[in-house]
């Protein structure tokens, strides 16, 4: 977790040196508390920038609100943020976002290095990464699983992100377990949602779940691995001892 000390001092640096700062990449926990913790700043702006609107690791920014506020209709400064191209044949062996995390981790790369990997399948992915990391493994082999791939420095237009897409689900289901409620907003059949919680690809509120029995309470977030988002916003018990569920679906 990135302290409130850590975090006053960055804003202190901003402060005397009037440019811009950034951490390196955080998860989402880090940055949503220290959004909250700083909300409200006369004198600085804060940014958390991933890439694409679905980015779940960030950087954090700071900036002058007055440079904020003159940056002709953008959130801010530019974020400091760079493409690594991952192509290998993974047709036997798909590659998963922690396996490809790991590998390049072998390389050296740290944490804060690291945004997130945009996979495409059997032909590899795109990595999101400081410039620094980019600079440092352009034109590197990376054995990821099985497979030998390699790493090459793309241009940022290579990433189409889709627009954060948000709507509202209505269900009714026999209990608020987890399973049950994350099937009906995700549109996966129960049995599964439960495999994918097994295997560790659920979090709820960013945190590993691995029991599909876990109960849900109002207002938890369920992410599921390259789907997005799910938020419990309404819970009504019915006379026929049912849930009648509204969701918030993120994707």
């Known amino acids: 977790m990135l302290s409130p000390r850590a975090l006053q001092e960055l804003a202190d640096r901003c402060l005397r040196s009037r440019q811009p700062l950034w951490t390196g990449f955080l998860p989402p926990p880090v940055w949503e508390d220290a959004l909250g913790r700083l909300e409200g700043l006369e004198e600085l702006e804060l940014h958390a920038e991933g890439g694409h609107p679905r980015a779940e690791r960030r950087r954090l920014g700071f900036s002058l609100r007055q440079a904020a506020d003159d940056a002709s209709g953008t959130a801010g400064p530019s974020p400091p943020l760079a493409l690594l191209d991952l192509t290998g044949d993974f047709l036997f062996d798909p590659a998963r976002a922690s396996t490809v995390t790991a590998a390049l981790q072998q390389l050296g790369a740290t944490a804060e290095d690291l ?9 590899g992915g795109l990595l999101i990464v400081t410039p620094e ?11 990821v699983g099985s497979v030998d791939a390699r790493l090459a420095a793309a241009p940022w237009e290579r990433l189409t992100p889709q627009p954060l897409q948000e709507r509202t689900i209505s ?10 409620v ?12 439960a495999d994918l919680i097994r ?3 659920v979090r709820i509120d960013w945190q590993t779940v691995t029991s599909p029995s876990r109960e849900l309470r109002l207002g938890q977030r369920v992410q599921l691995e390259g789907r997005g988002e799910l938020e419990l916003i309404a819970a009504e018990l019915t006379r026929r001892d049912r849930w009648r569920l509204q969701l918030r679906r993120r994707s």
């Open 182 to 193: 994350a099937s009906a907003g995700f549109g996966l059949s129960r049995s599964r949602l």
């Open 133 to 143: 990391l980019q600079r440092r493994l352009d034109g590197q082999p990376v054995p």
């Open 199 to 201: 295997q560790g690809r």
């Open 115 to 123: 945004g997130d990997v945009l996979l495409r399948g059997d032909r």
């Open 171 to 180: 269900t009714v289901e026999a209990s608020l377990r987890l399973d049950a």
